[in-house]
């Protein structure tokens, strides 16, 4: 490793040579400037640090979860690889069967999951099953509750709904299942034509696709407009901005 030459190093090597003359090399060689080491530590500390930074972002998956719902969002944050971990949990480790068919795997479950920052639900048709199942919300509960952001997708907002979270605030949800998932949460302040809809630390969004452009709008919540742009670019989708452009709404007959 070759050391640059600087004032410091000058005096290292006469403080090499003197101590040479005097069978003391070996104490002196311990003075030379260790710059290539203190780079090669500082360089691990820096990656470390920003292994820290990155966000968590936790899916939650349960048999039955719709793909669309899931994977539109994971997709858009998937492409911020420097500021994003993901990991998909479930109540039970294994594999997790999608309505269409494809299971995902497990990589924590609620009893193992690291802390998040950020935590989706997606919807589906085992939604109806699982907003009966009181260990599950109990364990969601507990986790939205800790997570800074939360987000449901389509009727993901029903299972969020009925752990009383959403209670008094403002969301939406898949317009074609809006009786049932609505009827999950009576105290919710549910809104009938929204693409999605943010409410303090909570993003709900309206059926399957709907969730993709609350995935932008939630990353240009949190780095920015510039970088949900790139994202959506990088994808070639069209990311609806507006989150009141709802035509699903008026085609389910919600609206007039």
């Known amino acids: 490793m070759k050391i640059p030459f600087t004032l410091e190093s000058s005096l290292s090597r006469r403080t090499f040579m003197s ?31 920003s292994e820290d930074k990155k966000m968590i972002l936790g899916m939650i998956v349960f048999e039955g979860f719709q793909l669309l719902d899931t994977f539109g969002p994971l997709e858009m944050f998937g492409a911020l690889k420097d500021k994003v971990t993901i990991y ?6 294994g594999n997790i069967k999608s309505s269409a068919g494809p299971a995902v795997a497990v990589d924590y479950t ?31 509960k ?7 952001h939360v987000a449901s997708i389509c ?48 993003f709900t969004s309206s ?25 959506a670019n990088g994808a070639e989708y069209e990311w609806n901005t507006d989150p009141h452009h709802d035509p699903f709404a008026k085609l389910n007959g919600l609206v007039d």
């Open 19 to 49: 101590a040479a003359a005097t069978g003391t090399a070996l104490t002196a060689l311990s003075l030379l400037p260790l710059s290539g080491m203190a780079e090669e530590n500082n360089t691990e500390q820096n990656s470390s640090l």
């Open 88 to 93: 998909m949990i479930g109540e039970k480790s």
């Open 207 to 231: 059926g399957i696709s709907a969730g993709t452009d609350m995935a932008l709008a939630l990353i240009d919540k949190l780095f920015g407009r510039e970088t949900a742009i790139k994202v």
């Open 110 to 140: 609620f009893d193992n999951s690291p802390k998040l920052d950020i935590v989706m639900i997606p919807g589906g048709m085992g939604t109806r099953r699982e907003v009966n199942n009181v260990p599950f919300l109990s364990s969601l």
């Open 155 to 202: 009727t993901g907002s029903a299972v969020l709904a009925k752990t009383g979270l959403l209670d008094g605030l403002k969301a939406t949800t898949n317009k074609r299942s809006y009786k049932w998932a609505t009827s999950q949460g009576e105290k919710v302040k549910w809104v009938a034509q929204a693409r999605w809809v943010e409410d303090g630390k909570y």
């Open 142 to 148: 507990s986790m939205a509750e800790q997570t800074p």
